[in-house]
């Protein structure tokens, strides 16, 4: 089931930014007291009670022909038509602004909901700030103050109640869903019509031709898989061209919906840096990852050059070093029968559970290797291991102080329980808890 999307939209400088920071739980966007500071849409995750949804962090709108504000428009018009509810934020300080009124006039064209938020209410006091705000039409307006985190919570309610039914996709439950992510002219829509055998997408050699995520439903083997194709992702500097506009919060939405991510790299332009940080989404979202090396024909493709290839990827990407490499050519097919046996092994090993006496065996036989170490004078003790979850597989070790468990030894760990039950493919979560 996908979130709901939630995009704080106001003027520059009313504190979208630390609001966003806040809701998110961690420093993402860029906090500075200058205007415009946030140039790009930002996305990330966040949570109000039981309920996840997705937040977009935009430049402010501001009215004017320089080329900054009018990508900053853009870049917040793009936020707006992606949302399904729309935080509108002003600053409970300086009253209403004609660029406030410019925001309100987009915000009503929108049709979408809109809670309009005051920032900057840092005291009761303060409340009496508020009320001029209503002529904006949006209701009643919510004080919040985001330097000191008051009010958010009111804000909140208020804010998930407007979220739409979403229904579950209509697919069997085994089905396996795997998207494809890379920046534009990597060949993922090429790879999508071989794997398909057809002219499913639209294939061009211009960069971005995909503007949305397309499924598509396909039996092979007697296995039901869902095949997602996704917008190439641009990096930040080329995100504000037409083609691109929606590309990197429809992938993010893809990738929450799949099993397993394919990661598309292209062998005649080599590795970018921009490729680390598109595998860094499938990543943090702890979903099962292949690396696939596409256009394999174009370039020397014997055994010593594939193996230099494989090097290159495993230094480059060190999160990574659970991900199967696949190297093929969705332009002639060639390796192109090697892929979906490896997704659905990712698909498996993503979903996979390990009996707790089975698992206790391989981490007694890890303390035995390698004893537990000492820090400050106090040696970690483990007690016992059980898994809690799949998608990704986590465990819970309980030892005698969480403090004790150094990340050296957490790896290690994960390395013997890899070694002993598989899990190639997919990320796996280890938590040290105290046993109570």
């Known amino acids: 089931m996908r979130k709901s999307v939630v995009a704080i939209v106001g003027r520059p400088n009313v504190g979208k930014s630390t609001i966003f920071n806040r809701l998110v739980g961690e420093r993402i966007s860029i906090v500075e007291d200058v205007p415009g500071v946030t140039r790009d849409r930002i996305y990330s995750s966040a949570e109000w009670l039981t309920t996840s949804f997705n937040l977009i ?46 925001v309100a006039k987009l915000l009503f064209r929108s049709n979408k909901p809109v809670v309009l938020a005051v920032n900057k209410i840092d005291n009761p006091e303060m409340r009496d700030e508020i009320y001029e705000f209503y002529s904006l039409g949006f209701g009643e307006p919510f004080p919040i103050s985001g330097t000191h985190g008051l009010g958010l919570g009111d804000l909140l309610d208020e804010v998930v109640k407007h979220f739409p039914e979403l229904e579950q996709e209509q697919y069997e439950e085994d089905t396996i869903h795997f998207s494809l992510i890379g920046r534009p002219n990597v060949g993922k829509s090429s790879l999508v019509n071989s794997i398909l055998n057809q002219e499913r997408v639209i294939v061009s050699d211009l960069a971005g031709t995909t503007r949305d995520a397309v499924d598509t439903p396909f039996t092979r083997d007697e296995r039901d898989f869902v095949i997602i194709d996704t917008a190439g992702m641009r990096k930040r500097g080329k995100i504000y061209e037409t083609t691109e506009k929606y590309s990197i919060l429809r992938a993010l939405k893809a990738i929450e919906r799949s099993d397993v991510v394919l990661v598309v790299i292209d062998a005649e332009t080599g590795i970018i840096e921009h490729d680390k940080k598109i595998a860094g989404y499938a990543h943090e979202a702890g979903k099962a990852v292949l690396i696939v090396v596409n256009k394999w024909d174009t370039v020397e493709t014997n055994e010593k050059a594939m193996k230099e290839f494989e090097d290159k990827i495993r230094a480059h990407f060190l999160f990574l070093d659970y991900a199967p490499i696949v190297f093929l050519s969705a332009k002639t097919k060639k390796r192109l029968h090697t892929l979906l046996p490896q997704v659905l092994q990712a698909s498996e090993n993503h979903a996979k559970r390990v009996e707790t006496n089975v698992l206790n065996d391989v981490i007694m036989d890890a303390l035995a290797v390698n004893p537990t170490p000492t820090m400050k004078g106090q040696r970690l003790k483990i007690l016992y291991a059980t898994q809690v979850s799949v998608k990704p597989p986590s465990f819970v070790v309980f030892v005698n102080d969480p403090a004790l468990m150094h990340f050296s030894y957490e790896r290690f760990l994960e390395n013997r329980i890899r070694e002993a039950f598989g899990f190639e493919g997919t990320p796996i979560k280890i938590f040290a808890r105290k046993r109570s």
């Open 57 to 102: 962090d935009t430049g402010g709108i501001e009215v004017g022909d320089e080329p900054l504000l009018v990508q900053m428009r853009e870049q917040a018009e793009v936020a707006i038509n992606e949302s399904d509810v729309i935080i509108f934020m002003v600053n409970g300080r300086e009253g209403i602004t004609a660029a406030d009124e410019e």
